[in-house]
């Protein structure tokens, strides 16, 4: 056995949820061979106990046959995430496997709250993850994750770059970083733009398999900047029940649309408020985020409860994912991590690539 044979058979195996072989999918992590003892560690989108032991089964089987002088073969799993699909043009984030903004028509929905919580859920999923807060003028990622130093420096040619501030296993760059929170609101709206733009050529991100953007509310210059400065691979909305709110979550949607970035998903926050008694109570209604879901063919990616330790560990900077991770509102977000990391592969490996139309406009 040689390492080209090993990768002709691992190249009859199929990842069971985008249904291409592990090679092709640049899934192939490691390889050890120890005298007849094979182990071999596969990406896969799905993590989920039940697919992972068919998975095993497939590629062990497939092994076996092809190496039958194996006397153990082992498989092991970790989190594949595929790249977007190049455009062919480079952009300034060229080791960023994929970039997604958090957003909504409107402010105090939770944008935020859910991309702090899903930042921390990716990276606890096994992906490189990192978060831009691009709410210039309304900073919220220095409290909600309890960060006030000071990023680094580091010299990269002729230039200073700054060194994105690194808690609970995620990259973090916000305006609070560098400034005080007061003197942000007074921005006009070229400054943000600009600074946004900063964020993403002036930090050294390294190599990430996710990057989000904690966008400010509304359809206004900030989104713009973004969708025009990189190939963003889609875009997570935000929104309440509230028929109000979902009315501008729709603004939001169809800004994107007009700019060519897909939406990978809408999440419903505050759905409901759990009683005593253990009964969901819909205060603002129910089921808005499944219609609005359904309307538009985007997959609703879950539903978050308005509770009081979301705001309670986000104000005092250590994020419910992190701080309270067995409590259901974690086990939420880490659904909705993992459909986020399928629903980002599912549309990279698609033949169609949005980013590709937006470059040849
Ligand atoms: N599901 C929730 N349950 C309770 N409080 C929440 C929830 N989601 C957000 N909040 C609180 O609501 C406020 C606004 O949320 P935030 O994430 O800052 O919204 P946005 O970024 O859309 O303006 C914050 O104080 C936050 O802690
Ligand atoms: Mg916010």
């Not at 990276?123 to 691009?134: E, Q, S």
Request: charge should be neutral; hydrophobic fraction near 40%.
């Amino acid at each position: 056995m040689n390492e080209e044979k090993l990768k002709n058979s691992l190249s009859k195996a199929v990842e069971p949820v985008l249904k291409k072989d592990y090679v092709t999918l640049g899934f192939l992590k490691n390889i050890s061979l120890n005298g007849k003892k094979l182990t071999v560690t596969l990406g896969i989108s799905d993590l989920s106990s039940e697919i992972v032991s068919a998975a095993k089964d497939h590629v062990a089987n497939i092994l076996k046959k092809d190496f039958p002088e194996l006397h153990e073969v082992n498989v092991k799993f970790v989190i594949g995430i595929t790249q977007q699909k190049s455009s062919g043009k480079k952009h300034t984030l060229s080791g960023v496997k994929n970039t997604i903004a958090i957003a909504s028509g409107k402010g105090g929905v939770g944008k935020s709250t859910v991309a702090v919580n899903l930042a921390i859920a990716l990276a606890k999923a096994g992906a490189k993850t990192g978060l831009i807060d691009a709410d210039i003028y309304g900073p919220s990622i220095p409290i909600m994750f309890g960060v006030n130093q000071k990023p680094g420096l580091v010299q990269e040619g002729d230039k200073n770059k700054l060194l994105p501030v690194e808690k609970f296993g995620v990259k973090l760059m916000s305006i609070g970083f560098l400034l005080e929170q007061e003197t942000a609101v007074v921005w006009r709206g070229p400054m943000a733009s600009s600074a946004l733009k900063q964020f993403m050529e002036d930090v050294v991100w390294g190599e990430l398999d996710f990057l989000l953007f904690d966008m400010p509310p509304g359809t206004g210059d900030i989104q713009l900047t973004l969708s025009q400065t990189i190939p963003l691979t889609g875009a997570i909305i935000v929104t309440t029940p509230q028929d109000i709110s979902l009315a501008d979550a729709r603004k939001g949607l169809i800004m994107f649309d007009r700019v060519k970035v897909p939406t990978m998903g809408i999440i419903e926050n505050m759905s409901y408020y759990v009683n005593a008694d253990g009964k969901k109570d819909y205060i603002f209604g129910q089921g808005g985020g499944m219609k609005m879901s359904s309307e538009y063919g985007v997959k609703l990616l879950g539903e978050i409860p308005l509770t009081g330790i979301i705001r309670k560990c986000g104000d005092e900077g250590i994020p419910v994912t992190e701080n309270m991770p067995d409590d259901y509102v974690s086990q939420i977000f880490r659904n909705i991590a993992a459909d986020t990391i399928k629903e980002v592969n599912l549309k990279n490996v698609s033949s169609k690539s949005e980013s590709d139309v937006i470059i040849e406009i």
